[in-house]
């Protein structure tokens, strides 16, 4: 080592970038970021193709980023005022099922208003459901104080917190039935299910609360793509003698009478060592303690762990690129939830099923419409998949798999766009080009086991988990992003800013928010 650095970071995901920020920012920290890809960012990267065309892996709407908002402000903050957010078309998101569909509009009251006119015999339930998603999402909100506030006041928070466990740790689909009687009804609410990647049998009641809450605004976009979300952030991190390395994978997280003092990193020049008094891994908790701890130390809750991650959420991707606006099929720019029936439960259950032609539902996006700044006309058609389908190329290079592997690729690209042209005529006829990733890619380029793309799964157990917090029982460790907040880029942000907290004194949550308040 040449540099000595304050703390380091492993995974360049927004939860780790969100760290490395405050800590550069309030503390004058210098901060190592290390990041196996050769491209900083995580699941806000974005990647191009010849033709102008450009998609974001992971980033395809986000909510609360209205100027004012408090995750806005933390944005703000932590980039430098330097994203730009353009919102989306005010009926941003658009649930499509065979014999119905329904435009979802970037205001709550006017949603509600929408749901009773639908559905009047439901007038009641549908306004108890927004008044018990404001619930669960205080819920939530005490949760995450209880992890950045002295024992003596967590202990208070979580003992108040008990008398509303019913509701937010019921699942969805339990709240779902007990509440409403149309299916149709039932099935509309669901729609979103996708993003926090499980369906209403097996979703806490409090991630879906929180997730459709954060959209009861509209959704947003950084203008020039996800990665300028890194890009600004880089700088900051840098200005305080910090570094971000890419092409550099973690192997272990070096220890020293149960304390971390550094990290091995696997670098095109063979295996370094990194030293500092902090480490922090934004890489979630199963690879953290997994993979990163040695195997001799003794965690009693790691089999709980490895067998808990069991379900998360796996997809494949296609991203297309367009020789023609899809404004001319009538696309303005709204993501469009695409279900082949009212059983979100049935669709997750037989994921397998898309590698025989039968696509149960897609989540459809275009980039290109969101951004003002796009060169290519793009969209994505994501959609839940099983990882056991791919699991024999597993411990082959994701540049030298088979022809079989390809076929299979291929012939799923077709069953996605021929499940979409089925809903909007004329879709295949202004593709010019298209690829697919797998639960592999995601695999090979983040490490995350299966290909997950949420972290752990949000049951309503993992809420009960004592082991997902910020600070690990190996002193000088600590984890950062989804798992010890939420899923998503929110969650993920929200999650560096728990972890920062802690080492800014007992009301360092309240610092950063008061130092954010400032670019609101």
């Not at 078309?89 to 435009?103: G, I, L, N, R, T």
């Not at 997809?315 to 020789?323: A, Q, R, S």
């Not at 004329?426 to 995350?448: M, R, V």
Request: proline content about 3%; glycine content about 8%.
């Amino acid at each position: 080592m040449d540099k000595e650095y304050d703390a380091i970071v492993i995974g360049s995901g927004i939860g780790g970038l969100s760290f490395a920020s405050i800590m550069a920012q309030m503390k004058d920290w210098r901060v190592l970021v290390l990041e196996r890809h050769w491209v900083i960012g995580g699941f806000t990267h974005s990647f191009s193709r010849p033709g102008g065309y450009k998609w974001d892996v992971g980033l395809h709407y986000v909510g609360d980023m209205a100027k004012g908002e408090m995750p806005r402000s933390i944005f703000d903050y932590i980039s430098g005022n330097k994203v730009a957010w353009q919102k989306m078309p005010e009926d941003f998101e658009k649930f499509v099922y065979p014999d119905f569909s329904f435009d979802v509009p970037s205001n709550a009251e006017e949603y509600e208003n929408r749901l009773i006119e639908k559905f009047p015999t439901e007038s009641k339930a549908i306004r108890q459901y927004f008044k018990d998603l404001k619930k669960a999402v205080a819920w939530f909100s005490k949760y995450i104080m209880a992890q950045v506030t002295p024992i003596a006041i967590s202990g208070l928070v979580n003992f108040i917190n008990k008398y509303s466990d019913k509701l937010a740790l019921s699942t969805t689909g339990e709240y779902l039935n007990s509440h409403f009687k149309d299916e149709q009804l039932k099935a509309l609410l669901a729609s979103q299910w996708g993003d926090y990647g499980l369906p209403p049998s097996e979703s806490a009641f409090v991630i879906h609360a929180v997730v459709i809450s954060s959209f009861l605004k509209g959704g947003y976009f950084p203008v020039g793509g996800s990665s300028t979300i890194a890009d600004a952030i880089i700088p900051i991190i840098k200005s305080k003698g910090g570094d971000c390395l890419v092409n550099s994978e973690v192997t272990e997280i070096m220890l020293e009478h149960n304390q971390a003092v550094g990290v091995k990193v696997s670098q095109k020049d063979g295996i370094k060592e990194y030293r500092a008094k902090v480490i922090v891994s934004n890489t979630g908790a199963l690879s953290s303690f997994d993979k990163l701890i040695p195997k001799a130390v003794n965690l009693d809750f790691r089999e709980d762990l490895i067998d808990f991650a069991k379900n998360g959420y796996t997809n494949v991707t296609l991203y297309i690129g367009f020789k023609e606006n899809p404004n001319k099929l009538g696309f303005k720019g709204e993501n469009h939830w695409i279900y082949s029936s009212y059983n979100h439960d049935e669709y997750s259950e037989n994921k397998a099923n898309l590698l025989n032609g039968k696509v149960a539902g897609v989540f459809l996006s275009f980039p290109s419409l969101k951004d003002d700044q796009a060169r290519g006309h793009t969209a994505e058609i994501i959609s839940a998949v099983s990882y056991e389908a791919f699991e024999k190329w597993q411990d082959t290079k994701w540049k030298k798999r088979s022809e079989d592997y390809e076929e299979i690729k291929e012939q799923i690209s077709q069953y996605l766009l021929d499940f979409v042209e089925g809903f909007y005529s004329g879709f295949k006829d202004i593709i010019q080009y298209y690829e697919l990733s797998t639960p592999l890619t995601n695999e090979s380029f983040t490490a995350h086991s299966k290909g997950y793309i949420y972290g752990l799964p949000s049951t309503p157990e993992r809420y009960k988990k004592d082991y997902l917090k910020l600070k690990t029982p190996i002193k000088g460790f600590y984890l950062t992003g989804t798992d010890v907040c939420s899923l998503g880029i929110v969650g993920a942000m929200m999650g560096g800013v728990m972890t920062a907290s802690s080492f800014l004194g007992s009301t360092g949550f309240l610092k950063i928010i008061i130092k954010a308040k400032s670019y609101g």
